[in-house]
Nanobody
Framework: QVQVVESGGGLVQVGGSLRLSCAAS????????MEWYRQGPGKQRELVAS???????NYADSVAGRFTISRDNAKNTVYLQMKDLKSEDTAVYYC???????????????WGQGTQVTVSS
C-alpha cells in the first residue's frame, strides 16, 4: 500500500507565505515526477508546478517567480514554497506523484487528499 498525504495549508493574508509538504509512504520502489495541482472555486484543476527526478522544474505562468517546488528523495517528500500570495491563489492544492510500488514494474498515479489554501485580503 502507498499513501500520499499533504500538509501545510491554511489561512494567510495577501502578500503572505505558506509552505506545503507532501509525503509518500508505504511500499515504494521508485518515485519519478512530483507535481502540485490546484483547484480554485468554480475552476478546473490546473498544474501549478512540477519537478523531475533530475530536479528539472516547471511552473505555471501565474505562479512563476513566487512559488518554488523542491523535493527530498530520502524522505519521499515534495514541497511547495509559496510567497507573495494573492487572493487568486485560493484553492485546494493537490500533490501528485508517479510511483513504482514495490513488486510492480509500472508507474502508478497517486494523489493526495488535498489541502486548502485560503488567501484573504
Amino acid at each position: 500500500q502507498v499513501q500520499v498525504v499533504e500538509s501545510g495549508g491554511g489561512l494567510v493574508q495577501v502578500g503572505g507565505s505558506l509552505r506545503l509538504s507532501c509525503a509518500a509512504s508505504g511500499d515504494i520502489f521508485f518515485i519519478n515526477d512530483m507535481e502540485w495541482y490546484r483547484q480554485g472555486p468554480g475552476k478546473q484543476r490546473e498544474l501549478v508546478a512540477s519537478i523531475t527526478l533530475a530536479l528539472t522544474t516547471n511552473y505555471a505562468d501565474s505562479v512563476a517567480g513566487r512559488f518554488t517546488i523542491s523535493r527530498d528523495n530520502a524522505k519521499n517528500t515534495v514541497y511547495l514554497q509559496m510567497k507573495d500570495l494573492k487572493s487568486e491563489d485560493t484553492a485546494v492544492y493537490y500533490c501528485h506523484m508517479n510511483i513504482v510500488p514495490k513488486g510492480r514494474s509500472v508507474y502508478v498515479d497517486y494523489w493526495g487528499q488535498g489541502t486548502q489554501v485560503t488567501v484573504s485580503s
